[in-house]
């Protein structure tokens, strides 16, 4: 029971990110190094060293697969950081799983905020320099970067905490 709870401990800090994000578009780092030692410490504490691997594993893996994007400027270090601490309450499989659906909770805030702001233009003209930035292998231009003060940002720090509680109450519906 206990190794089922390290893991649903994850909503707590994801609630209070969430909430930051939302309010002051930031995740500070006195929310996100402690909740990343205290996964730490519930998994190795409820496991043992398997637990402490596990937990290790899921911070890395949220870590290693967002840092391309905080090293193009798409996704800010807070955000990077909170993927970090939930990983090590998640560890790797349930961390992907989460990834997977912030990205798509994100996508659907970026339809509604782009619909909203009429940006539908706008955007489909930066997703075609995105695309050949790709292609070619360089770098996109600023106007798709957190930097440009004119482009629509989504608090991706709201879409993980509306994932992970979802996830956690899915998991917890199952279980019943």
């Known amino acids: 029971m206990l190794k089922q709870g390290a893991w649903m401990l994850a909503t707590v800090p994801a609630l209070v990110a969430g909430w930051t994000d939302w309010r002051w578009r930031r995740i500070p780092n006195w929310l996100t190094v402690p909740a990343l030692l205290l996964g730490i410490g519930v998994n190795s504490f409820a496991a043992g060293w ?50 997977l659906g912030t990205v798509l909770v994100a996508g659907l805030m970026a339809v509604v905020v782009i619909i909203w702001k009429k940006r539908v233009g706008r955007t489909l003209r930066n997703l075609a320099n995105l695309t050949a930035a790709l292609f070619t292998l360089r770098l996109p231009g600023p106007e798709v970067s957190l930097d440009n003060p004119e482009s629509s940002k989504i608090p991706f720090g709201v879409a993980m905490a509306v994932t992970v509680v979802l996830y956690t109450v899915g998991q917890a519906w199952g279980a019943l």
């Open 50 to 99: 398997a637990g402490a691997k596990e937990s290790l594993l899921g911070a890395g893996l949220g870590l290693g697969l967002l840092l391309p994007f905080v090293l193009i400027r798409s996704l800010g270090a807070g955000d990077w950081k909170l993927a970090g601490a939930l990983g090590a309450f998640l560890g790797p499989s349930r961390m992907i799983t989460v990834l």
